[in-house]
């Protein structure tokens, strides 16, 4: 099916208004529908920046990441990568966790404060993608030390938040889901914990 996107060609971007074909690797990894420690595409994350085993970052993310890091430890800010590459059934088994009341959503088991399916959806959608629309799916994204917001409002969490703020933009990283506020009203809450890889994920 064709789609006019932007998408990679020999690592060259195609202009937004050509059409073009989706083949299937880059359409699975859109989806979630790959096994990154089998795709060439994607490099292990050291323990050097994670405390997670076997998680994976698309390798010009990762990269830019290891270049962040380095300047980011140089002005005493230690970046923790807490999550990165989530393919489909990953993201699966936290939206149905979510889904079930097994994992909690603003202390509440959704199943039983939200009975409602639809409105349940909604209130796992401020957070959390639905399994095949995760942008963690594509190795471009990362979440960074902590999954509170409030975390980054003092301390070690707001050096850490201002530092990304003013430089992360410098190796390729920002901060897709911004404040909800009159000129971006409606999509997924704030998080200031997780940054993209803009380079690769505009595309």
């Known amino acids: 099916q064709e789609k006019s996107v932007m998408h990679e060609v020999s690592h060259e971007l195609v ?3 050509t059409p073009v074909v989706l083949d299937t690797i880059e359409k699975a990894i859109l989806l979630g529908k790959i096994n990154p420690a089998k795709d060439t595409n994607f490099v292990l994350i050291a323990t050097k920046y994670t405390p997670k085993a076997n998680i994976y970052m698309r390798s010009a993310a990762y990269a830019a990441f290891e270049e962040m890091y380095a300047a980011a430890a140089k002005e005493g800010v230690i970046l923790k990568i807490i999550s990165a590459t989530r393919p489909f059934d990953s993201q699966k088994g936290i939206w149905e966790a979510k889904w079930t ?3 909690a959503v603003g202390g509440k088991n959704l199943s039983v404060s ?3 399916p639809v409105e349940r959806a909604k209130t796992i959608l401020r957070y959390s993608s639905m399994p095949g629309t995760s942008r963690h799916h594509w190795g471009t994204d990362i ?3 902590d999954l509170e917001n ?3 409002e003092a ?3 707001k050096k850490i938040y201002d530092w990304l703020t003013a430089h992360a933009a410098d190796y390729g990283f920002c901060q897709p889901y911004s404040p909800v506020g009159p000129n971006r009203p409606n999509g997924y809450q704030e998080e200031r914990w997780h940054w993209s890889y803009m380079p690769i ?3």
Do not use: C, E, K, W
């Open 15 to 17: 202009p937004i208004d």
């Open 101 to 103: 009341g097994i994992r």
């Open 114 to 116: 939200v009975p409602d």
């Open 143 to 145: 979440d960074l030390n």
């Open 150 to 152: 409030s975390y980054f």
């Open 155 to 157: 301390g070690a969490g």
């Open 201 to 203: 994920a505009s595309r």
